[in-house]
């Protein structure tokens, strides 16, 4: 584990692969980078917390898990993050020949907005650029 805003700067980057893959239709590598994208802001949040976990368990794509730990820690989690629960998914479905479910716009701009909300309210906690 490092730097909160490291984490968070790694997110940004997965936002903006996101936005790229979209522009080349590839809904399915846009999903995984937006899920990424909340996963990686998620744990700037529990670095900057100072909520260690165990090694194993840092390393899970589960955000409904992470969200669960803020929110056991005490930390306010705002509602909307709660939506980012869905993107789970993205990190298996749209990744790997046997896992896989396409995907289209539609679903694409809905986790887009979620995850950006998510990345935004990370930012305001910890600070950083861009």
């Known amino acids: 584990m490092t ?10 980057k997965d936002l903006l692969r996101a936005r790229r ?7 399915e590598d846009a999903l995984y980078h937006l ?16 909520i260690r976990l165990p ?3 840092f390393r899970t794509h589960d955000i409904g898990y992470l969200v ?3 929110k056991g820690e005490g930390i306010s989690v705002p509602k909307f ?4 629960r869905s993107l789970t998914s993205y990190a298996f479905t749209t990744r790997y020949p046997d896992d896989y479910v396409p995907v289209g716009e539609e679903e694409y701009e809905e986790a887009y ?11 305001g906690i910890v600070g950083g650029q861009p």
Request: aromatic share 18%; hydrophobic share 45%; charged share 30%.
């Open 3 to 12: 730097d909160a805003k490291l984490w968070l700067a790694f997110a940004y």
């Open 21 to 27: 893959s979209y522009g080349y239709r590839d809904f």
């Open 35 to 50: 899920q990424q994208a909340v996963e990686k802001s998620l744990k700037a949040l529990l670095i900057y917390y100072d």
């Open 55 to 57: 090694s194993k368990h």
């Open 68 to 70: 669960d730990i803020l």
């Open 81 to 84: 993050v709660d939506k980012a």
């Open 113 to 123: 907005e979620i995850a950006v909300r998510v990345y935004e309210w990370a930012k």
